[in-house]
T-cell receptor
């Protein structure tokens, strides 16, 4: 059972426009959410996170929004740049014993068109 | 800067072999993790460890075991490799403090023939 879902396997966006990546989850015990970015032949790198006590977190061109009632989060990238082309994974944590066990979505491949 | 190093980028083994994947982190992190990444399935947790000699099963532990004899090193063992274990394997570490992201190595692409 996929507890974290990214329903769009791929997304293409024009350079300079906004990219919006979506993620849904089913486990109401998740209390911390992260976005990772992955280039081919490299490990995922942490991008931005949000705690369940917030509904928005911003870091430069990246903003994550959390809607707890809808169990939905989204990552906004604006303006999109060619270097943003990568696979993006959302992940969720149910903090138990401080193990920080992450549950990942299946990923969305973002392509920025110059 | 956190460094998670996986011993091999590419590995080719034969069915039935015992395979060892090694991971070392240099940030004195308590938590370490092994994932596999497959197309359309995202990253799935195999095993994790929150202290030396401690291990916990993740979501897909069957066919795997782990070893954590030292804090900085976490090994994944395929007891008897099978073709369905062909995958990208990713190691990660994180500190015990809450709400800290995991840091990943660059992965080992393992092919079982």
């Amino acid at each position: 059972d996929q507890q974290v879902k990214q329903n769009s396997p791929s997304l293409s966006v024009q350079e300079g426009r906004i990219s919006i990546l979506n993620c849904d989850y089913t486990n109401s015990m998740f209390d911390y959410f992260l976005w990772y970015k992955k280039y081919p032949a490299e490990g995922p790198t942490f991008l931005i996170s949000i705690s369940s006590i917030k509904d928005k977190n911003e870091d430069g061109r990246f903003t994550v929004f959390l809607n707890k009632s809808a169990k939905h989060l989204s990552l906004h990238i604006v303006p999109s740049q060619p270097g943003d082309s990568a696979v993006y994974f959302c992940a969720a944590v149910e903090q138990t014993l401080g193990n920080e066990k992450l549950t990942f979505g299946t990923g969305t491949r973002l392509t920025i068109i110059p | 800067d956190v460094k998670v190093t996986q011993s091999s980028r590419y590995l080719v083994k034969r069915t039935g072999e015992k395979v060892f994947l090694e991971c070392v982190q240099d940030m004195d992190h308590e938590n370490m993790f092994w994932y596999r990444q497959d197309p359309g399935l995202g990253l799935r947790l195999i095993y994790f460890s929150y202290d030396v000699k401690m291990k916990e099963k993740g979501d897909i532990p069957e066919g795997y075991s782990v070893s954590r004899e030292k804090k900085e090193r976490f090994s994944l063992i395929l007891e008897s490799a099978s073709t369905n274990q062909t995958s990208m394997y990713l190691c990660a570490s994180s500190p015990v403090e809450g709400n800290q992201p995991q840091h990943f190595g660059d992965g080992t692409r393992l092919s079982i023939l």
